[in-house]
């Protein structure tokens, strides 16, 4: 990671099935529309659209996304000092986080 905090948003218009590995960063997801199946250990939950989930440092996970499925994705540097939480699991989407999400959706995030 270059920045301590990176935003992407990513489009599967097909099946993407990642391989289990341990994350080298906390991050959270949103989905826009579709769904994610998250595998922790021998649990798989599944992130529905409007639903976010946290994965912290280290965490051991897969990540599944349905066909035609959007989500964001917000990477935290394992730098930052505050402190973030260390475990995984769903969390509310509230208007504001909502409209963050959509409105880093919507700038162009190259120089110009």
């Given amino acids: 990671m270059k920045h301590a905090i990176e935003f992407t948003h990513h489009n599967h218009p097909f099946l993407h099935v990642g391989s289990r590995k341990k994350s080298t960063h906390s991050f959270f997801i949103v989905v826009e529309k579709g769904a994610i199946l998250v595998r922790l250990g ?7 659209a409007g639903t976010g989930f946290w994965l912290p440092f280290d965490c051991l996970h897969a990540l599944t996304a349905l066909p035609g499925t959007n989500y964001y994705q917000v990477d935290f540097s394992i730098r930052l000092t505050t402190a973030v939480c260390s475990h995984a699991g769903f969390f509310k989407v509230t208007p504001l986080i909502a409209a963050l999400l959509d409105e880093l959706s919507q700038t162009s995030m190259g120089w110009p």
């Fill in 42 to 48: 021998k649990n798989e939950h599944l992130v529905s």
